[in-house]
């Protein structure tokens, strides 16, 4: 099974590009998670509050669902994404294989 649930906020702007017929939106999402060290949750010794870690994730939005996001969403704002997981590989200029990672979007909602 390969299911993605993320809920963060707009790391920048989204960016949107057209692709032949295919509209395509493209966004980072923040996401953060307790700081964890040798099974414990670590804490700012000075508030007391527990430190978080910070991950960024690619999202990619297909045609019409990215057209709200596009027009009506901008960084910091909030979002909920559900979809998929998609590894690519390609081969860049100089002859290198690159890979990456990328959620695709299936559904979107704006919180």
């Not at 649930?5 to 980072?28: F, M, Q, S, W, Y």
Request: aromatic share 8%.
């Amino acid at each position: 099974m390969n299911n993605v649930n993320l809920v963060g906020r707009l790391a920048k702007d989204p960016i949107a590009r057209d692709h032949g017929d295919t509209r395509i939106t493209e966004l980072t999402l923040v996401t953060e998670r307790p700081r964890i060290r040798d099974g414990k949750v670590q804490k700012d010794p000075e508030t007391g509050y527990p430190l978080k870690d910070a991950e960024f994730h690619k999202v990619t939005i297909f045609n019409g669902m990215g057209t709200g996001v596009r027009n009506h969403k901008v960084k910091g704002d909030q979002l909920a994404v559900t979809g998929y997981i998609h590894y690519s590989r390609w081969t860049d200029n100089s002859g290198q294989t690159r890979y990456g990672c990328e959620i695709i979007a299936e559904n979107v909602e704006f919180l």
